[in-house]
Structures are given as C-alpha cells and as structure tokens.
DNA sequence: ATTATATATGAATAGTTGTTCAAGTGTTTA
DNA sequence: TAAACACTTGAACAACTATTCATATATAAT
C-alpha cells in the first residue's frame, strides 16, 4: 500500500531481456528521435499541410496562400514564421509582395509517402 | 475604420490568378489532407515516434516498452490505445501479457525519409 | 506627405493534448 | 479463494498551440 505511481519495471523486462536490449541498440538516438517527432509535429497540421503542398506546385505569397486557404493574411503569416524556422520554406521579398518557396526537397516524398498509407485506409 | 477582420482578398490575387488556381486544381482533396495531417500528428510526438521505432524492429508488450522508455505503464498504454485507434499498432494477447506490433509496412518508409530531413540539418 | 497595400507580430483566448493518479478488468499463481 | 501481475481506462491537471484581434512596419501609389 502506499505506492500510488505505476511501476515500471516487471518481470517480463527479464523474461524478454535480449529483445529489449537488441531493440534498444537500434533505437536512433534520443536527439534525432526527438527531432523527428518535431518535424512530424510541424505535418501535423491542416493549415502547415496546405501551405506545404501548395508550395511543392508553386512559390506562392502570402496574401495568394491565404485566399486558397481561405484564411486570414495574419494567421497564415502566423503559420509562415513556424515554418520558415523549421526550415522548410524560405521566402524572397519583391516590393511589398513575399513569396515564399520550399527549402527542402524531402517534403514532397515525406508527403507522397504518408499519403499512400493515407489512401489505404479507404 | 471598424474593419478589424484581417483581408483575405488581395491585389495578388487577381495578379497571380493563373498560378492559383493551378496550385488549386493540383492540390488533393481536402480530407486526404486532414487525414495526412491526422497521420503526421500521430508520428508528432516523441513518446509515439519511440513506440513506433521499437516495433519496427521487435514486437513487445506494455511493460517491456515502459521499461525501454523509463515511462510508466499507463502512459504507453494510452498511448498506444492512440496508435490503434490510428490503425498503426496491432496486438495479440498471450495469458496476462499483450504484445504490440506495426500494423503498417510504411511507417518504417515514412521515419526513414524524415530522419534523412533530421540529419541534413545539422 | 498621405493613403493604400502586403506582411509581420505580440497578446489573449479557446481548444487540444500528454501524463499522472486512482481505480478497474482479466489472467495466473500460491 | 486470495494475492499478484499485466494491462486498461476515466478524470483531472498542466502545458502547449492555432487563431483572432489590434497594431506595427515597409513599400508603392497618389
């Protein structure tokens, strides 16, 4: 009694020692775990998802982004910010006008690749 | 004055229709586009992304993966309930003990073009 | 110079989410 | 039957996040 907090360890940790230990060899570093989960996180949404896919088309500004996502300047700006310091997109400005365009050649296959899973699963 | 509503609607619009609505006519459909976000949110999460990783290489049960994350029993649980519900983990049980599994061969495609994102970046 | 346009940004708010805690189910062992 | 074990689950709480609103900046046009 006493011990609220689940406990962790059991005896199939021993049972299933060798499994544990091999896979833990494998596992990529916790940093690139970590990393990947945030680039995964940044996919993780419908608005970044839009814009991504759009700008594997075409570089696009802002104001063009926002009216075919049918969202307002500033919260694609919002989304726009996260985006450029994950750098997957850069921008060039052109007078007043910012277009932006992918920074990374991975994104497309990344997409097409969750999208067949996607597609799967009817 | 009074309009505090962001413009969608812009000069660019009319300017840059042609790429527009070509970006538009080449984009998929808005739900296979929630469900790709849905699929990256799911991969989004450091706790998820190292369940996932650990069964692409051994399927293993509750505590084994509690163990190899030095998380708590139920945490993984709820998370992989999650996971199933995504239909990217699959389980058997054997007496008291649940094994999990990948329930999907592209995951492991998906990780590995994201991790060569990871690893570019420095 | 003044006004309009395109974009950026800080603060606030509402909605979402991951973990913990406590209690539950079902199976096995004593 | 009772206790131990592996796992599940619901509620609560804290942390995070996406959009909105208001405002600011920079460039272009008048």
């Known amino acids: 009694m006493g011990e609220s907090l689940d406990r962790i360890r059991c005896d199939c940790n021993v049972i299933h020692e060798d499994t544990v230990n091999k896979v833990k060899a494998l596992m990529p570093d916790e940093e690139s775990l970590y990393d990947l989960a945030?680039?995964?996180k940044?996919?993780?949404d419908t608005t970044r998802i839009k814009i991504l896919w759009a700008l594997t088309e075409s570089e696009m500004c802002v104001c063009d982004l926002a009216f075919l996502l049918n969202m307002t300047q500033s919260a694609i700006s919002h989304q726009l910010r996260l985006l450029k310091q994950s750098?997957?997109?850069k921008n060039?400005?052109?007078g007043k006008v910012v277009f932006y365009s992918l920074d990374d050649?991975?994104?497309e296959k990344i997409f097409k690749q969750?999208?067949?899973h996607?597609?799967?699963q009817g």
Chains 1, 2 share one sequence.
């Open 118 to 120: 996607v597609k799967e």
């Open 42 to 44: 940044v996919f993780g």
């Open 92 to 94: 060039r400005k052109e």
């Open 87 to 89: 750098r997957l997109v």
């Open 105 to 107: 050649g991975h994104i």
């Open 38 to 40: 945030e680039l995964f």
């Open 114 to 116: 969750g999208m067949i």
